[in-house]
């Protein structure tokens, strides 16, 4: 009876966007734990543990799968996209080592489709070109090292595609992003609001700079931000593979 | 009949790894294009129409792949990795307003697992926190871009992923990548030389960027940098959530 522990990607919403691997992984599980609306999206039968949790309990959640794994539990971690992309895999490895016990698990990371690759797609290429990925969220570091990493982003002239843009307890981030972009790009810098990808209520708009406003993302919804060079081919969106 | 062209991620090797989605673009299509070793890896049946070509002829596939599209067929243009991130989608968009009769056709992105985040997974968590993927390949840029870019994700302090460090054409650019970060970063900073991730000749190593040396990267390799909090825990590597 040897246990193991494995953090998997369910990918943006659509269920043919599940990977092989991971669908192999949840058949032979015993536990699923997660986020609450992540762990539903896992199809349940008879004697499958499901473990919904908040959303701020991610440490607690990774020791859970922890313990349960040394108990001899198959036991899979369920996170929308790719559990490497700010989701649960670096909360795993940062409880990891406060059990010595711990160390000698079985503890795999099975990859996933990130939202903004998903998102991506959906819109064309917009990040065919180098980019970075930055998540807008204050929760876990402070407001300067986010508008400093925006800044680094731009005079780098990046694509970027921004995480957590808009959350209910701090709505006024992304609003203040788009500031800091307005005093380093162009107003005709293409933005794309990609809500919801790959499910029934997706909705993907793109606007100028210029345009775009805060209250064009919510919880749901992914941010892109073309590069200097990023255009439109018809209803595309891409980022041309050469700089001039 | 009503052709459609759709770019496809086959995920970094391993057929666990390719999405359903893209499986049934497979299944359904008359025509499969791409490099050849891309190519080669999808299973091919009786009437299937095999395009291999040279790794150096993206345009004139992307060409193809419409002009297939325009005709009644179903292609399928198929990308390592994922189709967005430095593959075939930019491509498609890049060529697709030379013809105005291409306008209306069917064309879809199809994501993929791309390379650095099946990497990632393999080596724990060093993308858990805001990153760039950068190319390193001077061919479609020059390489002051590269090294303004290095310079901007270093002074962002984001973790970093590297495309093409070292092509048999240009094998000097990783050298020369490595002397930037050794001005930007810290000594001690770890770096995942990451080869061949999920195929039968996979290959990971971490070192510190003291360590690294131009060699350690090929072809096949994928090189990950942490930020300046990314640490081990046990056989992994991970980069924190929070910023202190």
Not at 8 to 26: F, K, M, R
Not at 202 to 208: D, K, L, Q
Not at 217 to 238: E, H
């Amino acid at each position: 009876m040897s246990g193991w522990l494995a953090i998997a990607g369910l990918g943006p919403g659509d269920e043919a966007l599940i990977t092989p691997e991971v669908s192999a992984a949840l058949a032979q599980a015993t536990d699923v734990l997660g986020y609450a609306p992540y762990v539903a999206r896992v199809a349940a039968w008879a004697g499958l543990c499901l473990h919904g949790s908040d959303n701020r309990e991610e440490l607690d959640r990774a020791r859970h799968g922890l313990r349960l794994a040394a108990q001899g539990r198959r036991a899979v971690i369920v996170s929308s996209g790719d559990p490497g992309v700010f989701a649960m895999a670096a909360a795993v490895f940062e409880v990891l080592e406060e059990d010595a016990g711990w160390a000698a698990l079985e503890v795999r990371v099975l990859p996933g489709i990130t939202a903004m690759l998903a998102a991506a797609a959906k819109a064309g290429a917009p990040l065919g070109h180098d980019f970075c990925a930055i998540n807008l969220s204050d929760n876990l570091k402070p407001w300067a090292v986010i508008e400093t990493r925006l800044r680094c982003a731009a005079r780098g002239d990046f694509a970027m595609a921004f995480y957590n843009p808009r959350s209910r307890a701090r709505p006024e981030g992304f609003g203040r992003a788009l500031e800091v972009l307005r005093e380093e790009c162009n107003p005709g810098r293409l933005v794309i609001f990609a809500r919801a990808v790959s499910t029934e209520d997706e909705r993907i708009i793109t606007v100028t700079l210029a345009e775009a406003t805060p209250d064009m993302a919510d919880m749901r919804t992914i941010v892109l931000v073309g590069n200097s060079q990023t255009r439109r081919a018809g209803r595309f969106v891409y980022t041309p593979r050469a700089v001039p």
